[in-house]
Structures are given as structure tokens and as C-alpha cells.
């Protein structure tokens, strides 16, 4: 025999505040992720590095499935180097006061290359999520549903301060940071028919592939080939740290 249930009529009206109803996916979702850029310095002075962290947050109400960018940020103004790292990992936080878990998605060396406002242009992800809903399953579990939610860390604006003029150097070309500076060669005597190497390098912290080294000024007495030029910088959040060295063969005429 087949058994029917009687027509129910549904009538649709337009969409109402329910303050006393049960949230939906997304407000749930709303109220539990969020995406923050984590600035290290908000008025740096011109070619002082920053760091900007993007972390992904979300409470023990719901589960992070998936997400892909949507809007990665172009940086203008800024000479800008990404920290790799090989896996995400799940870490335990706070925000607003309130226990949180989150990811660190991407980690971003900048130096700002003008002075005045600049700004960081928005990340942005979707994101998928498993929301709990009130319904259960036959053996009483919490039934879940997936949802997709947009979500972005918003621009942020620095206000980058110029470099000091009183007690610029002339020729003065950007360095910035703390530097050692040395001048050394291979030999110290030779014959007419020998030839030299000179190195001129400079090593410490900062902003070392943003500005060039100072030219070896020689007599005429001696011929210069073009300088070989290497660097051995590594860039972690704290900004550039390393070498970079100019080397130059020198032959004398007599």
C-alpha cells in the first residue's frame, strides 16, 4: 500500500530580523574567523624593514576545511621579500581576550622605498568551513554542514618618516641599518706582469641589495677590469642580514 502525507501550503515573505532565532552559517561563521595582518612597526623611517604576518583565526565552534586566496597584495611602493615555510600548522592564541586557534598563512619582509602614507593592500581568502547545526543524526551525533565564507585583513597605512638630513654623508646612496665596511687584497706586492684582487664588501643588518657599494678609485697607473659582484643575504623577519661584495681584478701597467 502506499501512504501519502496531506499538501502543506508554505507562503515566502521577504526576509525578517530574527534576534531570538537560531544563527545561521554564516553569522556563526562571521563571529568565529577571522583574518588579521600583523604589522611589526607602524612608522618606520624610509628603507627600515617591517614585518607583516597574516594569521587566520578561528574558534573551537568550527572547523577550517580548505582555503585558497582570492586577492594576494601587490605591495607597490615597498621592495618586498615573502618568508617561505614548508607546512601550516595549527597554533593556540587569543583574540579579543577569547582562546582561539590559528594559522600562520603568509609572513612578508617589506622595505617601504618612499616617505609619507603608505598603505598594505588587503589578503584575501574563502575559506571552507564545517558548521555545527542543531540537528543531530540517528545516533545522536551533531549533524554539520559546509559553508564558504569570504574574508579579508582589511589595508593597513603606515606613515614612513623620512631619512635625517643633518649629518648625511655626500654621495650618501640609502644604506640603512648597522654595516661593517672593508677594503682587502690579495696581494700587497707583485711584479709589473701580475695582477691583484681588491674586495670591497660590507656586511651586517640591513638593507643590503637596496643600494650600491661605494667604487674603488684607483691611480691611472693601474688597469681595472669590471667588478664580480656576489652577496650572501638571508632575509628572516627581522629584515636582510649577510654580505655583498664587489671584487676587482687590477693589473699594473708598470
Known sequence: ETYKTIPAEVTVTEAVDTPNGAPSPDDIADKNLHLVAEVSKMDPFMNEPISVVYKLYFSSAVGVSNFRPLDNPKYNDFWSQEIPFSKYNVENGSYNGQPYRYVVLKRVVLYPQKS??????????????????????????????????????????????????????????????????????????????????????????????????PELNLPSALEVYEPEFSEDVRTTLAGMQGSVTETYTIVPSF
Open 116 to 213: 609619507g602614507e603608505l598603505e598594505i593592500e588587503p589578503l584575501a581568502l574563502d575559506v571552507s568551513l564545517e558548521i555545527p547545526t542543531d540537528r543531530r543524526d540517528f545516533f545522536g551525533n551533531r549533524i554539520y554542514t559546509t559553508t564558504h565564507k569570504t574574508v579579508s585583513a582589511g589595508k593597513r597605512s603606515i606613515r614612513v618618516k623620512p631619512l635625517p638630513l643633518e649629518g648625511q654623508p655626500e654621495g650618501f646612496s640609502g644604506a640603512v641599518g648597522e654595516f661593517d665596511f672593508k677594503v682587502e687584497t690579495t696581494k700587497d706586492a707583485l711584479n709589473a706582469s701580475e695582477s691583484l684582487q681588491a674586495r670591497v664588501s660590507v656586511s651586517g643588518k640591513g638593507n643590503l641589495k637596496l643600494f650600491q657599494l
